[in-house]
């Protein structure tokens, strides 16, 4: 009787897993990276990930957020890549009811960077999925020798699959291309 729960559980994952890696499911573009001095700027979009259910949930009032994890790493050959820096960039989208306006709010780890305001739900869906340039680290003090990358996770929200088993909508992670450390003349 133990073994029905893992079984479901499984199976749930399983299930999970498919939906989110099947052909045409939300996705993370090519990330283009720009230094600035020691910043590093990130571009990107998320593709196919702006859904019914968020368009609805936006429409409603609710607040409704995409969340991006941007780890900066060492790329090593032969070996895994070690992870230096991990941040988290949130949209929030909210509907003013009462001006017609959306807000859409940018906080990079819990500071926020920017605000927009649009006046309509297309506009909300490319604040929300186009991202960049926004500085997402600063590489002070990281030799230059080393070769770094980008990687990059959307996720956008929950649900449930056979009404009980709980699963986050979420992209697979994109690297970017590698890029070393500006170097002191």
């Known amino acids: 009787m133990r073994a029905i729960p893992a079984i479901l559980a499984l199976l749930g994952s399983l299930l999970l897993a498919s939906l989110a890696g099947a052909e045409g499911g939300p996705r993370i573009s090519p990330i283009r990276v720009t230094l600035d001095g020691d910043r590093v700027l990130a571009t990107f979009a998320l593709r196919d990930g702006f859904d019914d259910r968020l368009r609805s949930r936006i429409e409603s009032g609710l607040p409704t957020s995409i969340l991006y994890r941007i780890e900066l790493q060492r ?7 070690l992870r230096l820096q ?3 960039l949130e949209v929030t989208a909210m509907y003013d009811a009462v001006a017609r306006v959306y807000n859409v709010h940018y906080k990079l780890d819990t500071k926020l960077i920017e605000s927009r305001t649009v ?3 297309k506009a909300v869906e490319e604040a929300m999925t186009l991202i960049g340039p926004v500085p997402v680290f600063l590489i002070t003090g990281i030799p230059r020798d080393w070769r770094l990358l980008l990687r990059v996770e959307a996720e956008m929200g929950s649900r449930t699959i056979l009404s009980f ?21």
Do not use: C, Q, Y
């Not at 790329?75 to 890549?81: E, L, Q, V």
């Open 86 to 88: 991990v941040n988290t």
């Open 119 to 121: 006046h309509d739900l």
């Open 75 to 81: 790329d090593r050959k032969r070996w895994m890549n």
């Open 165 to 185: 088993i709980p699963g986050t909508l979420s992209t697979d992670w994109k690297e970017s291309p590698k890029f070393r450390a500006p170097g002191t003349p």
